[in-house]
């Protein structure tokens, strides 16, 4: 079974432009997470999709937005991207909302400049 | 919101030594721990987790400890290998009936052949 495929794996912007990354999934898993990794606040929790509707989100602006599609594929979108934004964005799945394991995606390397 | 944090950024074992790693959390109403592995590259991956009704749960190789009175998580690698080399990090969940995981800032641990 495949694992979670994230694209693209590097990115970069320039500060004030827009970034939209995707996510599959497991086959079969219906939830969808996202995670923002930077060496100074580690990994921290932005949301969570299960059956396109969002179910958790993170303390994060509102620049910071994601959605679902019905085959369960995520993209999630910033806007107005700041410095800070450089990160490594990671998508993780599971099979319901709320179950323990998550298998994580390699993650997307996101540079703003 | 509440932390999870580590003792120590950076341990080096020899390769057949046991290692242990070591995570505090300070919100006592966490019920679900989870230890994750991640190697340069790639996104986390799952080794093992612990209830909070649990203090002790055995893997393959791994042992995670659960010290409730004193908020204190440990994962033990028996015989590590050159390939345990990565960053290792700890997480809570569940805390107050919320999906929403916290993250340790990891440790990263050197495994000398």
């Known amino acids: 079974k495949a694992g979670v495929t994230q694209t693209p794996r590097y990115l970069i912007k320039t500060r004030g432009q827009q970034v939209t990354l995707s996510c599959s999934p497991i086959s079969g898993h219906r939830s969808v997470s996202w995670y923002q990794q930077t060496p100074g606040q580690g990994l921290q929790f932005l949301f969570e999709?299960?059956?396109?509707?969002?179910?958790n989100k993170g303390n994060f602006p509102g620049r910071f937005s994601g959605r679902q599609f019905s085959n369960s594929r995520s993209e999630m979108n910033v806007s107005t991207l700041e410095l800070g934004d450089s990160a490594l964005y990671l998508c993780a799945s599971s099979s319901l909302s709320g179950v323990d394991e998550q298998f994580f995606g390699p993650g997307t390397r996101l540079t703003v400049l | 919101g509440e932390s999870v944090g580590l003792h120590l950024p950076t341990l080096s074992v020899q390769e057949g030594d046991n290692s242990i790693i070591n995570c505090a959390y300070s919100?006592?109403?966490?019920?679900?721990f989870i230890w994750y592995k991640q190697e340069s590259g790639k996104g986390p991956q799952f080794i093992i987790d612990?209830?909070?009704?649990?203090d002790k749960r055995q893997g393959q190789r791994v042992t995670v400890l659960l010290n409730k009175t004193v908020k204190h998580l440990s994962l033990q690698i028996a015989a590590t290998q050159p390939g345990d080399s990565a960053v290792y990090f700890c997480a809570e969940k569940g805390s107050g009936g919320s999906y929403i995981p916290t993250f340790g800032r990891g440790t990263s641990l050197i495994v000398h052949p």
């Open positions: 612990i209830r909070s009704n649990m």
């Open positions: 999709y299960f059956s396109e509707t969002q179910r």
């Open positions: 919100n006592s109403a966490s019920d679900y």
